[in-house]
Antibody, heavy 116, light 108 residues
């Protein structure tokens, strides 16, 4: 079955860049769907960050668009998130996910804390 | 951007009772592409309903979704102990995808 696993540093300094990778197993990321990043600040709700499709097309949340880049590496069957100029407000649990009839598969999430 | 407003913020009910959760959109959701999720503490969200009314694989039939356009409802016909959780709606008909703020269903 489809599985997603996030990885990356759990601590990022303010003004730095948050970089996460999502390893996909059970399906090729070239399989014709969108792949997303979603985050959840501690004790708060879910926020969609953006997505990438098999062609490399991307869509981003306008509230983050100036700081976000999502890319994919088909050879490794993974996709990545970069968020620049981070502040404490970017502290959250970050999920990668697959979109199919909504978002139907989620990774377990990885906590990223922004702190000096 | 479509804003989703969920109500109530918290629902206090007893096991066996019926739960009715609302999700209202600021504009019509394209193709009624509205999904519902259940999230328990320390877990990723679980897809319950997609396309406003279709149950996802393995979801018990006590969960049902209804509505169209701007008004959507998730109904849990008889609450089981494992149903006490936070529920979110998501519209995926237009970009950016947007989530509602969530409804917490707690034990009364």
């Amino acid at each position: 079955q489809v599985q997603l696993q996030e990885s990356g540093p759990g601590l990022v300094k303010p003004s730095g860049t948050l970089s996460l990778t999502c390893a996909v197993s059970g399906v090729s990321i070239s399989s014709g769907t969108w792949w997303s990043w979603v985050r959840q600040p501690p004790g708060k709700g879910l926020e969609w960050i953006g997505e990438i499709d098999q062609s490399g097309r991307t869509n981003y949340n306008p509230s983050l668009k100036s700081r976000v880049t999502i890319s994919a590496d088909k050879s490794k069957n993974q996709f990545s998130l970069e968020l620049t100029s981070v502040t404490a407000a970017d502290t959250a649990l970050y999920y990668c996910a697959r979109e199919n009839f909504g978002i139907n598969v989620w990774g377990r999430g990885t906590v990223v804390t922004v702190s000096s | 951007e479509i804003v989703l407003t969920q109500s109530p913020g918290t629902l206090s009910l007893s096991p066996g009772e019926r739960a009715t959760l609302s999700c209202r959109a600021s504009q019509s959701v394209t193709n009624n592409y509205l999904a519902w999720y259940q999230q328990k503490a320390g877990q990723a969200p679980r897809l319950l309903i997609y396309g406003a009314s279709s149950r996802a694989t393995g979801i018990p039939d006590r969960f049902s979704g209804s509505g169209s356009g701007t008004d959507f409802t998730l109904t849990i016909s008889r609450l089981e102990p494992e149903d006490f959780a936070v529920y979110y709606c998501l519209q995926y008909g237009s970009r950016p995808l947007t989530f509602g703020g969530g409804t917490k269903v707690e034990i009364k």
